[in-house]
C-alpha cells in the first residue's frame, strides 16, 4: 500500500523504468521540439534534487519553486517530496507588465512561508539575481538551478519517513476575493484526491491499457492546482503518460491544443471555459480538416463558471471532426480540498437545468445551470445556510460544503482563518466541514455550482450572481471578449447599491464605444431587470485576473472606484 506519491513513483521506476511519464512540447506543437523523461529518470531526477536538499538539512523546510513551464518543475516537486521538504509552487515574473506583480506576490508566498531554500529554472534565477535590489529577501535564502544538481546525487537520497499527515506542499490559494493563504495538503490529502479523481473521470486499469497509456494533454499552468493535480500528479499516480505544453503558446495559437489532442489522442484533457472558447474562436475549416477527436473520451471544464453555450456550440463545431457531446465534464474543486470535490459522469452528456427552472438564473440570456457533477465515495457534499449553519433542502442555494479526506489541514500559520473556514460544524451531521465559500444547490445528488458568496450583487432585495451579467453582456457584441468581463455593485446614494459592468473589448471598436454601451445596458436590462449604473469599456488584458485566470471582481470595483481603469472610451455614468 503506497503511503506517498514517492512510493509511486519508486514503484514505477522499477516497474516500467523505459516508460515515457511526461514528454513537453517545447514549441507547442506537436511536430515541433519534444523533450521527454521517462520514470526512470524521473525518480533519478527527483533523488538527486532529494539529496542536494537532504544534505543541507532542508527536511521540514519550505521550498519555493520557480520554474519557468516544462519538465524541470516536475523534477523539483517531486525532488522536495521525496526529500520531506515542503514544496511551494510560485508564479516566476516573465516580461516587464507581469514583473511587478509576480514580485509582488512572490515576496508575499516567501514572506508567509518562510521559504530557506528556492528551486528553479537558470534563466528564472538568473532574472531574480539581477532584480536582487528589489528582493533583499533573497540575501538569506539558499537558491540552485535544479538542471545544475547531477544525476551522481540520488546516490546519497535516503528515503524520508513519511506519513499521511506530513506535509506535502503549500497550494496558495489565486486571490480572487482575498489575499492569497497557504493551504496546507498532507501526502494523505494528496493520494485521496487523486483516487477522487480516477474514480470520478474513469481512469481505471483497462482504461488506461486501451489507451496505451496516453492520458492527458494539458497546457494548464502546473503551478495551478488544477494543472499539477490532474495532469501532472494523477498521471504519476496511475503510471501513465502525459503530454505538456506553455499556457503561452495555447494563448498564442489556441489551436495548439487540439492539434496535440488529434495527435496524441489521449483520454482526458480540459481547462476553464474560457480555453474552450478560444478554441471556437479559431476554429477555420482548415484546422477542421487535419484534426480527429474521436478518442477524446474526458472534456474537463472547470476552475470558472461553466457556461451552457459554450458547450453547446463546442460541442456543435467539432462534431464534424468526431468531438462527443458526451465527452464534456464539468467538474467542481478548490485548493482547500486539494482539487476535486465533483465531476460529472463519464460518457453521459452534462446536466443542465434551463433558466426558467432555476430562481437564481431566472431570465438570464442562456444561462441554464450547468451540473459538476456528483461527489466521488468518501467526499461528502451539503449546501447549508451559512449564517444558520443549517442544511438547506434540496434545489435551495446556499453555501457548498465539503467534508472528507480530501479536505486539507487548514491555512499555513493562520489559525482564525483555519477555524473560520476548515472547522465548521452543521446541525444533524456528525464532523467538521470545508466551507467553500462557493454558492450552489443540489439536484438528485449532483452540484450546481452558482457563484462566489462575496461576489453575490443584491439589489432592491434580490440576488444577481455577477456571471450572470458578465454573459448577458458579453452575449450581445461581437467586440467583447469571452470570460473578460467583471459585474460588481458600488454605492449609489440614496439609491443603493447599483450594478456597473467592465467589460474589456477589442481595440477596433473603440469608434463604437459609445454604442457598444447601449447595447450591454440594453442586454442586461431585458435579461434581469437591472439598470446599468455604469458600463466601462477597457482594452484587452486590462482586466485583474487570478493566476489561474479567474477574474478578480474585487480588484477590478477598486480600480474602477480609484478611477484606474485604462478604459477605451469615456465611463458614461447614467
Known sequence: MARSLVDLLTTHASHQPDRTAYRYLVTGDFDGEIQDISYGRLARRARAVAAWLQERGLAGSRAMLLYPPGLEFICGYLGCLSAGVVAVPGVPPQGRSQNHRALTRMKRL???????????GREVLAALGAMAEHLPELADITWVSTE??????????????????SVAFLQYTSGSTSAPRGVVVTHGNLLDNERVITDRMGHTPDVIAEYDHELAVSWLPVYHDMGLMGPVLNTLHLGATATLFSPLHFLQRPERWLTAVSHFRPHSSGGPNFGYELCLKHATPDLLDGLDLSSWKVAFNGAEP????????????????GFRREAFYPCYGLAEATLMVTGGAVDAPPTLIEAAETGPHA????????????????TT???????????????????????????????????????????????GREGRFLRTGDLGFLRDGELFVTGRLKDLIVIDGRNHYPQDLELSAELCHPALRPGCTAAFSVDGGVAGEQPVLVAEAAPESEDEAEQITDVIRSAVGEAHGLAVHDVVLVRPGTIPKTSSGKIQRHATRAAYLNGTLAAVAAPAAS
Not at 306 to 311: D, H
Not at 312 to 319: C, D, G, K, M, Q
Not at 385 to 407: F, H, K, N
Request: proline fraction near 6%; charged fraction near 25%; charge should be negative.
Open 110 to 120: 516567501m514572506a508567509d512561508a518562510d521559504v530557506k531554500v528556492i528551486l528553479g
Open 148 to 165: 545544475d544538481i547531477p544525476d551522481d546525487a540520488a546516490g546519497s537520497w535516503r528515503e524520508p519517513e513519511l506519513t499521511a499527515d
Open 306 to 321: 461553466v457556461r451552457a453555450a459554450t458547450l453547446r456550440r463546442f460541442a456543435e463545431t467539432f462534431a464534424p471532426v
Open 363 to 378: 431570465g438570464a440570456a442562456d444561462a441554464a445551470a450547468v451540473s459538476s457533477g456528483r461527489p466521488a465515495p468518501g
Open 381 to 427: 457534499v451539503v449546501v447549508a445556510d451559512p449564517e444558520r449553519q443549517e442544511e438547506l433542502a434540496e434545489g435551495e442555494v446556499g453555501e457548498i460544503w465539503v467534508a472528507g479526506a480530501s479536505v486539507a489541514k487548514g491555512y499555513w500559520r493562520n489559525t482564525l482563518a483555519t477555524r473560520e473556514t476548515f472547522r465548521a460544524t452543521l446541525a
